[in-house]
Each structure stands twice: as structure tokens, then as C-alpha cells.
């Protein structure tokens, strides 16, 4: 076997022993980003859909007429998920 064939065999042994060690390092970090992405995708799906905010509205009507917070309280939360509820209805 030539010098030359030696080495290219060598390099390419060692080339892809160090993708492996790449991928086998850089798995919990690939793992991570795809959770990321993942509850990114899930908080901006809760936040456009219309029907969570109105199930916000109609839970924090509920909490006001028991009593559980205050009108000032109420009226805030309202208008915060009504304001949610126009831009969701615009886009």
C-alpha cells in the first residue's frame, strides 16, 4: 500500500470518526433546540387562537362574579385579553 492511499484512507477514518463524535456531542444540544422549538410553536398556537382567550374571558368573569378579584383587577385582565382577541381577529 502506497503512502499516499495511507493516508487517504487514515484521513478519511478519521473524518468520519469525527462526525460521530459531533453528532454524539452536539445530540443534547440538537435535543434542546427542537424542545425550544417546540414550546415556541405551542405558546405562539395559544397565543393566536381566539378560543383560548375567550376561555380566558369567560374564567376571569367567572373569578370576578365569585369574588375572587376585584373590579379594578377585572376590568384590567379584560381589557388586556380583549385587546389579544382584536389582534387575533385582524390577522
Same mark, same amino acid.
Given at each position: 500500500?502506497?503512502?499516499?492511499?495511507? %493516508?487517504?484512507?487514515?484521513?478519511?477514518?478519521?473524518?468520519?470518526?469525527?462526525?460521530?463524535?459531533?453528532?454524539?456531542?452536539?445530540?443534547?444540544?440538537?435535543?434542546?433546540?427542537?424542545?425550544?422549538?417546540?414550546?415556541?410553536? !405551542?405558546?405562539?398556537?395559544? !397565543?393566536? &387562537?381566539?378560543?383560548?382567550?375567550?376561555?380566558?374571558?369567560?374564567?376571569?368573569?367567572? %373569578?370576578?362574579?365569585? &369574588?375572587?378579584?376585584?373590579?379594578?383587577?377585572?376590568?384590567?385582565?379584560?381589557?388586556?385579553? !380583549?385587546? %389579544? !382577541?382584536?389582534?387575533?381577529?385582524?390577522?
Amino acid at each position: 500500500m502506497s503512502v499516499t492511499c495511507l %493516508r487517504t484512507t487514515l484521513f478519511t477514518f478519521i473524518y468520519s470518526e469525527m462526525f460521530i463524535l459531533d453528532d454524539i456531542i452536539m445530540s443534547p444540544i440538537n435535543g434542546i433546540m427542537w424542545l425550544a422549538s417546540k414550546i415556541e410553536e !405551542l405558546s405562539d398556537n395559544e !397565543l393566536s &387562537d381566539a378560543g383560548k382567550v375567550k376561555e380566558l374571558l369567560m374564567e376571569l368573569q367567572l %373569578r370576578f362574579e365569585m &369574588d375572587e378579584i376585584t373590579e379594578e383587577e377585572y376590568m384590567q385582565k379584560e381589557d388586556e385579553l !380583549l385587546e %389579544r !382577541l382584536n389582534k387575533i381577529q385582524k390577522s
